[in-house]
């Protein structure tokens, strides 16, 4: 909540609130981005009425005006961004991958598990960007249209993600190897769709980092906190989807390699390849593979957002659920449908909540 300095009886209570933000109100680029700041410091209509403003984004404008600018530093060529989401994601898939076809390969032992969960632990620390480096010192004030692109994000893809990587890469090794050590699973299946999903974590960190890279952009865009918010409502699920087809395609790929490499026992069947594929999973381990996919795009989201305790949490709690269903004696991939689910309902909702605010793209 802000400080009691807003409410006091001093003479400028703008000048309280640009003390005590100060750095926020230097590195921003536009007034919407000190509104955001404000508002999760916990700042409301009330508390600008006391500095005599109509509103909060009027507040944001005074200080933006008030407070001189500190230049952000280079800005990185779209070529060379591109360059290094298209390496983080060919980075994450292949880590995922080989631990997990290690483990296909050589059998589901703790022997074999607990190498190949290092490779999915350290997984999101090596694949997120270094902190950006901080600007110089303040110089004189600028005007909004003086200061160009959007800068690179400082906290919420660097430094503030990093502490919670390690509970997000536990949780990421749990989700991926426990389908391939769950009792009483169908081997041959449950590797080929663990397979697809290992390959599907790059989608999953380029989806992220498209989200955020959109998210910049509106946040410069905009003009209000509301048109912001209304910018970024069909982003997320846009986001997901994109995630979820590159899934499909590679369960339906993974499918088809199976049913040429491993063909069910019994008499063949019509329809070719594609009917094959399509048929050696049922609809619960359909479903669960889309389960699986929430589980791995809704923490990156979170965590490329700067929400890294939710990501971590998420992460951990998918494969928690899930263990505790199969060692009920649900089968799998029934326990990663009910309880996997029930944390990405969570997710959702969660995500929905916070991923829209302006402040989780400054």
Not at 227 to 249: D, N, Q, T
Not at 258 to 286: K, Q, Y
């Amino acid at each position: 909540m802000p400080g009691p300095a807003v409410g006091g009886a001093s003479a400028d209570p703008v000048r309280e609130v640009m003390a005590e933000h100060r750095e926020l109100c230097e590195r921003a680029v536009d007034p919407l981005e000190i509104a955001a700041g404000l508002e999760e410091a916990g700042f409301g209509p009330e508390d600008a009425a006391r500095c005599r403003h109509a509103d909060l984004f009027s507040l944001a404008e005074e200080l933006y005006a008030r407070v001189p600018r500190r230049p952000p530093g280079p800005e990185p060529s779209g070529e060379r961004r591109g360059g290094a989401a298209g390496r983080a994601a060919l980075t994450a898939a292949a880590l995922a991958v080989l631990p997990c076809a290690g483990v296909v390969a050589l059998g589901a032992r703790w022997p074999v598990l607990l190498p190949a969960a290092v490779p999915l632990v350290l997984l999101p620390a090596l694949t997120a960007p270094p902190p950006a480096e901080p600007g110089p010192a303040p110089c004189g004030a600028a005007r909004p249209g003086e200061l160009g692109p959007v800068r690179a994000p400082v906290g919420p893809a660097g430094s503030r993600w990093r502490p919670a990587a390690l509970g997000y890469g536990l949780g990421l090794a749990a989700l991926l190897l426990l389908p391939l050590a769950a009792p009483g699973a169908d081997r041959p299946l449950a590797a080929a769709l663990v397979l697809a999903a290992a390959a599907s974590a790059g989608a999953a960190e380029r989806a992220a980092r498209w989200y955020r890279r959109v998210g910049l952009g509106h946040l410069g865009a905009a003009r209000t906190l509301a048109e912001f918010r209304a910018r970024m409502r069909p982003v997320l699920p846009v986001a997901v989807a994109l995630h979820l087809a590159v899934l499909g395609v590679l369960t339906y790929a993974a499918l088809a390699v199976l049913a040429v490499v491993a063909p069910r026992p019994g008499p063949g069947h019509g329809g070719g390849l594609l009917h094959l594929a399509a048929e050696r999973a049922g609809a619960t381990a359909w479903a669960a593979q889309g389960v699986l996919g929430l589980l791995l795009v809704l923490p990156a989201l979170l965590a490329r957002c700067g929400r890294s305790a939710a990501a971590a949490l998420g992460a951990v709690a998918g494969p928690a659920a899930t263990g505790v269903l199969l060692a009920l004696g649900r089968p799998w991939p029934s326990a990663v449908l009910l309880g996997g689910g029930a944390v990405a309902a969570v997710l959702v909702a969660h995500g929905w909540a916070v991923l829209g605010r302006a402040g989780s793209h400054r």
